[in-house]
């Protein structure tokens, strides 16, 4: 499975970003997908996860702004990020789950930089 994330960038503080990260080489529509981030100097975090049902859950930083959403024809995730701080600046990676009942995720995607300037 190969997971590549796009569209990070530039944006200003309030504004608003659409990252994707699309699946090869796998059944996608049986993988939960994972957004996580890293911020410079800091540790990789959660931000959310959207299940193969697609329900999902968020870390509470995002909670309310940040939403995860899957199209299973484009083996494609999308996370939409609203109402932009500097605290979101990052490097987002999306992961895969592919084993059942697991806890952890299996693969990785490169990584896409979102800076939000104030």
């Known amino acids: 499975v190969q997971l590549q994330a796009s569209g990070g960038g530039l944006v200003q503080a309030g504004g608003s970003l659409r990252l994707s990260c699309t699946a090869s080489g796998g059944t996608f529509n049986t993988y939960g997908m994972g957004w996580f981030r890293q911020a410079p100097g800091k540790e990789r975090e959660f931000v959310g996860h959207v299940r193969t049902d697609t329900s999902t859950y968020y870390a509470d930083s995002v909670k309310g702004r940040f939403t995860i959403f899957r199209d299973n024809a484009k083996n494609t995730v999308y996370l939409q990020m609203n109402r932009l701080s500097s605290e979101d600046t990052a490097v987002y990676y999306c992961?895969?789950?592919?084993?059942?009942?697991?806890?952890?995720?299996?693969?990785w995607g490169q990584g896409t930089l979102v800076t939000v300037s104030s």
């Open positions: 992961a895969a789950r592919v084993r059942l009942l697991s806890t952890s995720y299996d693969y």
